[in-house]
């Protein structure tokens, strides 16, 4: 089989027994242990659990029952969501040992669907990073180019889909670790508004700004695996009470008539010349299609990342002070003479990494006493002003369109200073920050030094408002071939 | 942005190593002096790009902590399953019978 099938082909296939969910999940680890060396995209994978699994789903399909829309596809999991009986490192030394105890939310309504969840995916160490290079592991590199970074922090999830390992993959994205990555693999990867998807098994990072969603070859197999996904959950009580809609339903309703707007900090000098041609190219697609861009301004875009850097870090330096070498995962050998502080701190100093020292650092800092005010009390007021400019802007247009990222995949470690690697996310952390949705598809290639990279288009739309938001995107996508090209992973492991 | 609020402190006024590790103190890390220089300088870069938001005029805007605006939940108190203590002292680093075991809290001169 082409591991580079969609969902709805390969789910088909498997339902009229034409294949077996064994086989579909046998193929991706086959071709996983001959590439996967050259991209290093899975932490793990668990063959026997998703071999039961799978042998599961045949025999039910056998006796003639319904599975689910996914059956018997194979789903990578980031590596800081909880499954059974796996380990779940999230990219950290200190949690190198960890055992999930139980499974998240979402894995259960991926079973309940008919998916095999088979493997974990690396990511930066607990999400903090915009290339997967912060993977205590090793870093991750990008299918297009190995010498490239997949974009982070979901960035095993989004390269074990461009180099079809298999067909779609689950992230999480807290300023833009879903969506990023997708651009930088030239995927289709989704943040869903916040509270759509439970985070329950989720390893917090920003608990309000943490967000579930799926990576996939086409936007119709996103919608298909947010289906599964969506929804309350008893278990996260900040999920939205009411019921998910049929994200498949206006799929292919034209857009004629829709509006679309661009805002104009969106096309920046600053980005990569390569970028702006690729929106100014996705301007003329729908036109073309008949919807209406609608020039508008978004100009607190300016101190997004500003204001994510004071919030994001808060809450991890609160939601990390969990890893204590206490309860679970690593802790130092006591020394002599030294008590429980010092226990404390040398297990979280010698466990966590530079990145998440530094956010935590940052968010305690912050968050002291005397800087409380003139930091973190500062950013939650300027956080509701952005979601009042999104509010205001979406009175103007239903839909807005942009960059996912400024410039196409950078050159692991080539980003050396941390704040330039934090502007990377100038176009995604304010979807985050207002709490609505936003989905990157691939839109485009930069050629670089003979290399083809993609670029990414980003679409935003209100909280709740996935369906207009896939059908914009589904639309685009119907009448361009970026998402067709795949990249050619025999010449990548000559190079390597 | 730039006065010294009510405890003195003056957010514009460059970051000292004693307040670096302070932080780190206050935030359980152990490191090295190289490490706190270190984190010294880059915590400079990053709050000079946090001061942008300076620039924005929050004047009567209240603080938002939340993405979406909801009060508490309640739901109903019905016991359900948990975890195995088993599987839960899998994961802990050091453990004496159905316990997790940790260095002497509390000194036995304190009279505790």
Not at chain 1, 249 to 263: A, E, F, M, N, Y
Request: charged letters at 20%; aromatic letters at 6%; glycine letters at 10%.
């Amino acid at each position: 089989m082409s591991t580079h099938g969609t969902i709805s082909e390969l789910a088909g296939r498997i339902r009229t027994r034409e294949m077996t969910a064994v086989a579909a999940l046998e193929a991706c680890l086959g071709s996983i242990d001959r590439y996967d060396g050259t991209i290093s995209s899975f932490q793990c994978t668990s063959a026997d659990i998703a071999r039961a699994r799978a042998e599961a789903i045949d025999r039910r399909i056998d006796a003639g029952e319904d599975v689910g829309p996914l059956a018997g596809v194979p789903i990578a999991i980031k590596d800081n969501i909880v499954t059974r009986g796996e380990p779940t490192t999230c990219g950290s030394r200190i949690l190198e040992q960890f055992q999930s105890p139980y499974d998240a939310t979402v894995i259960h309504r991926l079973n309940d669907a008919g998916a095999v969840p088979f493997g974990k995916t690396r990511c930066d160490e607990f999400a903090m990073g915009s290339g997967t290079e912060y993977c205590a592991f090793g870093p991750v590199h990008n299918p297009w180019d190995t010498s490239r970074v997949p974009g982070g922090s979901s960035g095993g999830s989004a390269a074990a889909v461009a180099a079809g390992f298999c067909p779609a993959s689950i992230g999480s994205d807290t300023g833009g670790s879903i969506r990023q990555p997708a651009s930088l693999c030239g995927v289709v990867g989704l943040k869903p508004t916040y509270g759509r998807v439970s985070r329950y098994g989720l390893v917090s990072f920003g608990p309000s700004l943490d967000q579930i969603g799926p990576f996939a070859r086409t936007v119709e197999d996103a919608a298909l695996v947010l289906q599964a996904i969506a929804g309350e959950d008893v278990h996260d009580s900040t999920t939205i009470d009411t019921p998910a809609e049929d994200y498949l339903k206006d799929l292919h309703v034209p857009i004629d008539g829709l509006r679309i707007g661009l805002p104009r900090e969106y096309l920046d000098a600053g980005n990569d010349p390569a970028v702006n041609d690729m929106v100014n190219a996705a301007v003329e697609i729908y036109r073309g299609l008949g919807a209406e861009i609608v020039d508008v301004q978004l100009p607190l875009t300016d101190v997004g990342i500003a204001t994510y850097y004071v919030i994001g870090p808060a809450e991890a330096s609160s939601n990390l002070a969990r890893f204590d070498g206490i309860r679970y995962g690593r802790r130092v050998a006591p020394g002599a003479g030294e008590g429980l502080f010092d226990l404390y701190a040398r297990s979280r100093g010698e466990g966590f990494g530079a990145e998440v020292r530094r956010r935590i650092m940052l968010g305690t800092y912050v968050l002291s006493a005397g800087y409380y005010d003139a930091y973190y009390k500062r950013a939650l007021q300027v956080r509701r002003l952005i979601r009042r400019e999104f509010e205001d802007v979406f009175q103007q247009c239903d839909v807005l369109m942009g960059p996912t990222t400024p410039a196409p995949a950078f050159r692991i470690g080539s980003l050396t200073d941390p704040l330039s690697m934090y502007l990377c996310d100038r176009y995604t952390v304010n979807a985050n920050i207002a709490g609505i949705c936003g989905v990157s598809l691939p839109a485009g290639f930069a050629e670089v030094e003979g290399r083809s990279l993609p670029l990414g288009l980003q679409l935003q739309a209100p909280a709740l408002g996935e369906r207009t938001l896939l059908r914009a995107a589904r639309m685009f996508e119907a009448n361009t071939d970026h998402h067709d090209r795949t990249p050619d992973l025999d010449a990548m492991a000559m190079d390597s | 942005m730039t006065t010294p609020d009510a405890s003195g402190n003056h957010p514009g006024s460059p970051i000292t190593i004693d307040e670096v590790r302070h932080v780190a103190e206050l935030a359980r890390l152990a490191m090295s002096d190289a490490e706190l220089e270190a984190c010294r300088s880059e915590l400079v870069s990053i709050l000079g790009h946090i001061a942008t938001i300076d620039g924005v005029n929050v004047e009567g805007v209240a603080p938002m902590a939340h993405a979406i605006d909801m009060s508490n939940r309640l739901s109903e108190d019905v016991p359900g399953d948990s975890l195995a203590v088993e599987e839960v002292l899998a994961n802990a680093p050091a453990v004496e019978d159905r316990f997790i075991a940790v260095p002497k809290v509390l000194d036995p001169g304190d009279g505790a």
